[in-house]
């Protein structure tokens, strides 16, 4: 079983930057691919970023090319989503979730997560 556990969430004013961690605990993220999704109030759960083990493939959203950036910190066992020139449509819950994965994948849909954490709120002011 492994528990996820995201932190790094806040309150950030437009253009601000925020890095948001998710940490596994039960097992290493050896072997595990690691997206980042978001919820905003009202609307679907959205794709925002992925990650392949080992990190050699990332993939994001549109909306959020250039602006973030997903990487592992094996020696802390965390995967990290730095935010840059936040606006306020990225104001959502953001949710870090995991599977098993073969070399190289990443994956953009979130039913072929199996782990996913509690969540963190990422509120941008204008």
């Known amino acids: 079983q492994v528990r996820l556990v995201e932190s790094g969430g806040g309150l950030v004013q437009a253009g601000g930057s925020l890095r948001l961690s998710c940490a596994a605990s039960g097992r290493t993220f050896l072997g595990y691919a690691v997206g980042w999704f978001r919820q905003a109030p009202g609307k679907e759960r959205e794709f925002v970023a992925a990650i392949s083990w080992p990190a050699g493939s990332t993939y994001y959203r549109d909306s959020v090319k250039g602006r973030f950036t997903i990487s592992r910190d094996n020696a802390k066992n965390t995967v990290n989503l730095q935010m840059s020139s936040l606006v306020p449509e990225d104001t959502a819950v953001y949710y870090c979730?995991?599977?098993?994965?073969?070399?190289?994948?990443?994956?953009?849909?979130?039913?072929?997560?199996?782990?996913w954490g509690q969540g963190t709120q990422v509120t941008v002011s204008s």
């Open positions: 979730a995991a599977r098993p994965t073969s070399y190289g994948f990443v994956y953009e849909r979130g039913d072929l997560y199996d782990y």
